[in-house]
């Protein structure tokens, strides 16, 4: 089945300074990865998603990069805020009509505490 | 546009107990998915439900089970209970349609159970 490896665990940063967390995937025949933040006691919050037809997406503060070829894809975070403190969890699926038994289900990473000190 | 929702938000059971979780999806969302959250072991699968059926089930027993009423909402079970079955249990709703969008999982504040 799909595995998804997240890096780094934590990670501490400067307001203002740039934060950018690295995802790598096994199975090539996911298309689809959403980024969530799950603060502290609250739901995971979908803040950014990518398809495997795309290789950028960007939204205000918060990039993706998608490299199908090797495997990976990244969240970047510029201007960092003390507000963007949360943990940060990368996904992947496959698509729910390609049949198998990974369809439809989000394959998660161990997730990123991210802390901008003020 | 009312979230997704669960009920109840904390259940405290002893060892070997059944505990019952509930969902509700964001109205026009007709798949309900259940993942489980232990402390520091990030979000893992649990079930897929989609129009009433079971669509895919994770790497869990068969004593984690659950079902989908007609109205989409959900039922997560959870029979003979073990210590490590303490966690947060999340559950999230998509649309099921093929469209853009019908990726898309959106999470209820899930449902924080304690083993005792």
């Known amino acids: 089945g799909e595995n998804v490896e997240q890096h780094p665990s934590t990670l501490s940063v400067q307001e203002g300074d740039s934060a950018v967390i690295k995802c790598t995937y096994s199975d090539s025949a996911s298309n689809y990865f959403p980024w969530y933040k799950q603060e502290l006691g609250k739901r995971p919050q979908l803040i950014i998603d990518?398809?495997?037809?795309?290789g950028e997406k960007k939204d205000q503060r918060i990039a993706v990069t998608l490299n199908k070829t090797a495997k990976h894809f990244s969240l970047h975070i510029t201007e960092t805020q003390p507000e963007d403190s949360a943990v940060y969890f990368c996904a992947a699926s496959i698509p729910f009509n390609a049949g198998g038994t990974s369809y439809g289900k989000l394959t998660f990473g161990q997730g990123t505490i991210l802390t901008v000190h003020p | 546009e009312a979230g997704v929702t669960q009920s109840p938000t904390h259940l405290i059971k002893t060892r070997g107990q059944q505990a019952t979780l509930r969902c509700s999806p964001i109205s026009g969302h007709t798949s309900v998915y259940w993942y489980q959250q232990a402390l520091g072991l990030g979000l893992q699968f649990l079930l897929w439900?989609?129009?009433?059926?079971?669509?895919n089930r994770g790497n869990f027993p068969p004593r984690f089970s659950g079902r989908q009423f007609p109205n989409y909402s959900s039922e997560l079970n959870v029979n003979a209970l073990e210590l490590e079955d303490s966690a947060l249990y999340l559950c999230a709703s998509s649309l099921y349609e093929w469209t853009p969008r019908s990726y898309e999982q959106y999470f209820g504040p899930g449902t924080r159970l304690t083993v005792t």
């Open positions: 990518i398809r495997s037809n795309v």
């Open positions: 439900y989609d129009e009433g059926e079971e669509r």
